[in-house]
Antibody, heavy 124, light 110 residues
Framework: QVQLQESGPGLVKPSETLSLTCTVS????????WSWIRQPPGKGLEWIGY???????NYNPSLKSRVTISVDTSKNQFSLKLSSVTAADTAVYYC??????????????????WGQGTLVTVSS | QSVLTQPPSASGTPGQRVTISCSGS????????VNWYQQLPGTAPKLLIY???QRPSGVPDRFSGSKSGTSASLAISGLQSEDEADYYC???????????FGGGTKLTVL
């Protein structure tokens, strides 16, 4: 069973950089895409971006100028950096496996395994 | 404002059948498969339905999904108190090149 665990500081100061790591266990990070999603308190889900195990990335245009996602296959980890944070970036941050494959003439995608999430508060 | 539209709330009594709708457009639901997530209070979203109507192992067959055109629905039959949760629909959007979600539907079991 694949398991994901987010880790990183729970409190970040305004204008600084939020940094989180997701550790994957029970399976290899290779051959899959991996996403970050966030959820502000009491609100819905927002996709941040994904990384393929080879290192290629795709970011949400609304956050693209501030987001960097990287991968370390030797540690079975991938990471998120979000720069110049404000109070609006306060949220629970989730990592998830972003499974994508082509079959029977169609493309299938799903975020199938999620971490438990970690609350990051932006405050001075 | 979310790209996919869901009703903010739904309710039912134990044993009833409830449905939750999800409306999108040609670039997301109209072009790609729909997934549904269940989020119990204080927990991470859990994949409930994938590829429009498939259940992951362990999900009861009381939960079912369907898709038609640019809309999708989640049905829960034989409603139980433990089904009280937030439910989200999701699909890939080919125009925006992002995952898009519905705003979530809070299900209350009366």
């Amino acid at each position: 069973q694949v398991q994901l665990q987010e880790s990183g500081p729970g409190l970040v100061k305004p204008s600084e950089t939020l940094s989180l790591t997701c550790t994957v266990s029970g399976g290899s990070i290779s051959s899959y895409y991996w996403s970050w999603i966030r959820q502000p308190p009491g609100k819905g889900l927002e996709w941040i971006g994904y990384i393929y195990y080879s290192g290629s990335t795709n970011y949400n245009p609304s956050l693209k100028s501030r987001v960097t996602i990287s991968v370390d296959t030797s540690k079975n980890q991938f990471s998120l950096k979000l720069s110049s944070v404000t109070a609006a970036d306060t949220a629970v941050y989730y990592c998830a496996r972003d499974r994508r494959y082509y079959g029977s003439g169609s493309y299938y995608r799903r975020l199938d395994y999620w971490g438990q999430g970690t609350l990051v508060t932006v405050s001075s | 404002q979310s790209v996919l539209t869901q009703p903010p709330s739904a309710s039912g009594t134990p044993g009833q059948r409830v449905t939750i709708s999800c409306s999108g457009s040609s670039s997301n639901i109209g072009s790609n498969t729909v997934n549904w997530y269940q989020q119990l209070p204080g927990t991470a979203p859990k994949l409930l339905i994938y590829s429009n109507n498939q259940r992951p192992s362990g999900v009861p067959d009381r939960f079912s999904g369907s898709k038609s055109g640019t809309s999708a629905s989640l049905a829960i039959s034989g409603l139980q108190s433990e089904d009280e949760a937030d439910y989200y629909c999701a699909a890939w959007d080919d125009s925006l090149n992002v995952w898009v979600f519905g705003g979530g539907t809070k299900l209350t079991v009366l």
